[in-house]
T-cell receptor, first 110, second 113 residues
């Protein structure tokens, strides 16, 4: 399983763009990069998935450099409700053994 | 569409007791998963299933058993509960296809005294 490294926590002000980084130096050729969000007392929720370059959906963007050894989740104009733990996962969706890690606690400040 | 539901929401057990956690999904998903989450930790995979009648071990399978007799249900059993199994248990499901989007249930908070 590819290991991921994320900052433990970060703060951001409401209305700012938040960039959350993840390192995955031993990513394999078939691995995808997936991000989940988890609020207290809830199950994680899928945010976005990508393989290379840039992926954008209605809630976030995912930037993946050419070497794929890291990725950045970008949340535009965060609100207080974006306070959550964000998990970066790396793996082949065919192997059903993705590892969540400890995640990155993001706190949005008024 | 109820999505993924888990029963019960809370449970307190004494050491040595047994219980079964039920996960049900109404999305016709092939894959189902059981995770546990301890305070300040991420989720760890206990067991998973790639289809009706199949099960496989995850990262932390010891002390747990599972069954997938029906496609929509995935049961997690604790035969002899231990305090180390105090945790929040999450079930998830996902369809086949080129995505790892897993759909999670609300969780079951289990305390073993």
């Amino acid at each position: 399983l590819a290991k991921t490294t994320q900052p433990i926590s970060m703060d951001s002000y409401e209305g700012q763009e938040v960039n959350i980084t993840c390192s995955h130096n031993n990513i394999a050729t078939n691995d995808y990069i997936t991000w989940y969000q988890q609020f207290p007392s809830q199950g994680p929720r899928f945010i976005i998935q990508g393989y290379k370059t840039k992926v954008t959906n209605e809630v976030a963007s995912l930037f993946i450099p050419a070497d794929r050894k890291s990725s950045t989740l970008s949340l535009p104009r965060v609100s207080l409700s974006d306070t959550a733990v964000y998990y970066c996962l790396v793996g082949d969706y065919g192997n059903n053994r993705l590892a969540f890690g400890k995640g990155n606690q993001v706190v949005v400040i008024p | 569409n109820a999505g993924v539901t888990q029963t019960p929401k809370f449970r307190v057990l004494k050491t040595g007791q047994s219980m079964t956690l039920l996960c049900a999904q109404d999305m016709n998903h092939e894959y189902m998963y059981w995770y546990r989450q301890d305070p300040g930790m991420g989720l760890r995979l206990i067991h998973y299933s790639v289809g009706e009648g199949t099960t496989a071990k995850g990262e932390v399978p010891d002390g747990y058993n599972v069954s997938r007799l029906k496609k929509q249900n995935f049961l997690l059993g604790l035969e002899s509960a231990a305090p180390s199994q105090t945790s929040v248990y999450f079930c998830a499901s996902r369809p086949t296809g080129e995505s790892d989007e897993q759909f999670f249930g609300p969780g079951t908070r289990l305390t073993v005294l």
